[in-house]
């Protein structure tokens, strides 16, 4: 994956990870992809399997690598002034409806995932390689991930996440 040119978008965070990686990351629009990839501007762009199938990627990007090198998060948000203004029972139900939905929703998109890649395969649209050394990406991201969360002045939530992770 040495310099391999790869797109990203705008967020800096990004650019140093790929960076870190030994790729060369460069900022396009998602809309602007496909013809990037056709054009040899990128010859990598990272996506999940509904964003391939729907924008025809495999078209002009029929090689795909299973880097498992992120994790989707999708945060259910609510401000603390309004989450204690409610009473003692809803909070508890907002909370475990939370963890609910995270499990429930974890399952449904990495099946879904995996689904959609099959069937992309099965109809000969792409082809799937399993990445090996998702490990040398993550010690390469350490640093970069720490630094992250230091600029945004929470070194200690670093550290939280990191105990938990073992």
Same mark, same amino acid.
């Given at each position: 994956?040495?310099?391999? +040119?790869?797109?990203?978008? %705008?967020?800096?965070?990004?650019?140093?990870?790929?960076?870190?990686? %030994?790729?060369?990351?460069?900022?396009?629009?998602?809309?602007?992809?496909?013809?990037?990839?056709?054009?040899?501007?990128?010859?990598?762009?990272?996506?999940?399997?509904? %964003?391939?199938?729907? =924008?025809?990627?495999?078209?002009?990007? +029929?090689?795909?690598?299973?880097?498992?090198?992120?994790?989707? /998060?999708?945060?259910?948000?609510?401000?603390?002034?309004?989450?204690?203004?409610?009473?003692?029972?809803?909070?508890?139900?907002?909370?475990?409806?939370?963890?609910?939905?995270?499990?429930?929703?974890?399952?449904?998109?990495?099946?879904?995932?995996?689904?959609? =890649?099959?069937?992309?395969?099965?109809? %000969?649209?792409?082809?799937? /390689?399993?990445?090996?050394?998702?490990?040398?990406? /993550?010690?390469?991201?350490? +640093?970069?991930?720490?630094?992250?969360?230091?600029?945004?002045? /929470?070194?200690?939530?670093?550290?939280?996440?990191?105990?938990?992770?073992?």
């Amino acid at each position: 994956i040495k310099d391999l +040119p790869i797109r990203v978008m %705008g967020a800096p965070i990004q650019t140093k990870m790929f960076k870190a990686f %030994g790729m060369a990351p460069t900022v396009i629009a998602y809309a602007e992809v496909y013809n990037a990839i056709q054009t040899g501007v990128i010859d990598a762009a990272e996506n999940e399997a509904a %964003g391939i199938q729907q =924008m025809k990627f495999f078209e002009v990007g +029929p090689n795909i690598a299973l880097t498992a090198h992120a994790i989707t /998060v999708r945060p259910l948000c609510f401000s603390n002034k309004s989450f204690t203004k409610l009473p003692e029972d809803l909070q508890a139900a907002i909370l475990q409806a939370g963890k609910d939905a995270g499990a429930y929703g974890r399952i449904l998109e990495s099946s879904e995932d995996l689904s959609k =890649m099959a069937q992309m395969e099965a109809e %000969g649209k792409l082809k799937t /390689v399993f990445f090996k050394d998702r490990d040398k990406l /993550v010690e390469a991201a350490g +640093p970069v991930i720490k630094a992250y969360f230091a600029d945004q002045g /929470v070194p200690e939530l670093y550290e939280r996440i990191q105990a938990v992770a073992k």
